[in-house]
């Protein structure tokens, strides 16, 4: 399946001037409405807004990525907006957002259409395909655009070789739909102009993806968790770790790697509160019977 099945010609819209952040939010869940991906504006709006208050999906460089999942969405869909001029987005960077694109998915959404959104965000991470998706002229460019950027990645994307890496990591963000997958390819690519080798499990919506192995972990010296929502880490108990927020991952993965060069990688010490609920259930009924 390709990112462009999720993404209708009557979801696009190019070169539009909202005023602020809440009227963008407003024309991107519209284009859904249009398309007829979404049974409940109102409901897909406050998903949407619950997300930016836990933090604001403007990245950097001129890209904001709201997203929502809810089962007022019908199918999962993407819109696609355009904003030359920009708009106060509460960007990270504090820069207008140019290139909008909200990803919306239901509840139980398939694994193939998290994966595929997952992979529209990584690429969005890439400057050169942001510009010619916003310097577009009409949304079968942007639909071309994007796959032939899909289908030139998949030519050029090296497999992960497990089992291999000294540094291993977690990412995970509140929905799981963009942040979670933009963090493990800044945590890669940065790391390959390292020369260092990295293994990053991702939290996403619909499940974990690239779970790390048990002989992964073993063989780990340092751990990242990037993570803005709690995530299973008992599992790295006596490993040297760093924990930040996924937004940092995204934006500063260089300083995670120089914190583990200069030694400030603390050992982890697990607790119960670390384990997940499965585990302590296990436990529970495990105690009662023995």
Same mark, same amino acid.
């Given at each position: 399946?390709?990112i462009t &099945?999720f993404?209708s010609k ?12 809440h009227e ?6 519209d284009?859904?409405?249009?398309a ?5 504006r109102e409901?897909?709006r406050?998903?949407v807004?619950?997300?930016?208050a ?7 460089d001129?890209?904001?990525t709201p997203?929502a999942q809810?089962?007022?969405?019908k ?8 904003v030359p ?5 509460d960007?990270?960077?504090g820069?207008?957002a ?31 395909f942001?510009?010619s998706?916003?310097?577009?002229k009409?949304?079968e460019?942007?639909?071309k655009?994007?796959d032939?950027k899909?289908a030139?990645?998949a ?5 992960e070789i497990s089992?291999?890496?000294?540094i ?8 799981g ?6 963090a493990?390819?800044?945590?890669? &690519?940065?790391a390959?102009?390292?020369?260092l &080798? ?10 974990v993806?690239?779970?790390?192995t048990e002989?992964?972990?073993? &063989?780990?010296?340092?751990v ?12 790295f ?9 996924v937004?940092?991952?995204?934006r500063?993965?260089?300083?995670l ?5 200069a ?16 585990s ?5 009924i ?5």
């Amino acid at each position: 399946m390709k990112i462009t &099945n999720f993404i209708s010609k009557k979801s696009i819209a190019l070169d539009v001037h909202p005023s602020d952040k809440h009227e963008a939010i407003d024309m991107l869940i519209d284009l859904l409405m249009t398309a007829g991906a979404i049974r409940d504006r109102e409901a897909v709006r406050r998903d949407v807004l619950a997300r930016e208050a836990q933090g604001s999906t403007g990245l950097s460089d001129g890209l904001a990525t709201p997203h929502a999942q809810d089962a007022a969405v019908k199918k999962a869909a993407i819109s696609i907006m355009t904003v030359p001029e920009g708009v106060n987005f509460d960007s990270i960077d504090g820069k207008p957002a140019r290139l909008l694109v909200l990803l919306a998915a239901p509840l139980k959404a398939g694994d193939a259409a998290m994966t595929e959104m997952g992979r529209l965000a990584v690429l969005l991470m890439d400057g050169d395909f942001r510009e010619s998706l916003i310097r577009a002229k009409s949304a079968e460019e942007i639909l071309k655009i994007i796959d032939e950027k899909e289908a030139a990645r998949a030519k050029s994307e090296v497999p992960e070789i497990s089992g291999e890496s000294r540094i291993i990591a977690v990412t995970a963000c509140p929905t799981g739909i963009s942040s979670s997958f933009m963090a493990r390819e800044a945590l890669k &690519n940065c790391a390959a102009k390292l020369g260092l &080798n990295i293994r990053v499990e991702v939290y996403g919506a619909a499940g974990v993806y690239h779970s790390l192995t048990e002989e992964e972990i073993k &063989n780990a010296d340092v751990v990242i968790v990037a993570a803005s929502k709690k995530v299973p880490i008992s599992r790295f108990d006596g490993k040297k770790m760093i924990q930040t927020a996924v937004g940092t991952a995204i934006r500063k993965p260089e300083q995670l790697f120089e914190r583990i060069k200069a030694g400030q990688a603390q050992v982890f010490h697990a607790t119960e509160d670390d384990e997940p609920i499965s585990s302590k259930i296990f436990k529970k009924i495990k105690s009662i019977f023995s």
